[in-house]
């Protein structure tokens, strides 16, 4: 809305998370109709429940696992900038092609490329699990080096 890049938007974001009058939060979220999720891609919980649902992170899942990109807004700006050459933006979905053992790497397909990711810089991004993939999370699917 701003014209900001998402991780510019998620650096200039904690200068107002604690000084933004909640009339003028509750002003924007109309004004940018209502959104379902951040532009981290967590989900906005109800007003009421102020309760995130919980998302693991890209690690945990399996060879198989399709999912959504969230970062968390904590996440080191120089590793958002790395994301984001390799396509790992909120909202992007990815599948997990590859996890070596020994905290491996993990091979992602991300919008129709192979990327690859270390388990430091997985374990900091956090996912929506698609439904349809009940095992997604399974330990058993584990890809040999």
């Known amino acids: 809305m701003l014209g900001y890049a998402w ?3 998620d650096r200039l974001a904690t200068a107002f998370e604690h000084e ?10 109309v004004a940018l109709d209502r959104p379902e999720s951040c532009p981290h891609g967590f989900p906005i919980p109800a ?5 995130e649902p919980e998302m693991p992170p890209l ?11 969230a970062v968390p807004g904590s ?3 120089e590793i958002v900038e790395f994301l984001d ?3 790992l933006r909120p909202g992007v979905r990815i599948e997990v092609k590859e996890k070596h053992p020994f905290d491996g790497p993990l091979v992602l ?3 129709g490329h192979d990327r690859t990711l270390g388990a430091t810089v997985a374990n900091q991004v956090y996912v929506q699990l698609d439904d349809a993939d009940p ?8 890809v040999p080096a």
């Open 59 to 69: 690690y945990a899942l399996e060879p198989g696992a399709v999912a959504t990109v």
């Open 109 to 111: 397909r991300v919008d």
């Open 7 to 9: 991780n510019e938007a």
């Open 47 to 51: 007003k009421e429940s102020a309760e």
């Open 85 to 87: 050459t390799l396509g």
């Open 135 to 142: 095992s997604s999370t399974s330990t058993s699917k584990q």
């Open 75 to 77: 996440t080191d700006p």
């Open 20 to 29: 933004l009058p909640q009339e003028v939060e509750d002003r924007l979220f």
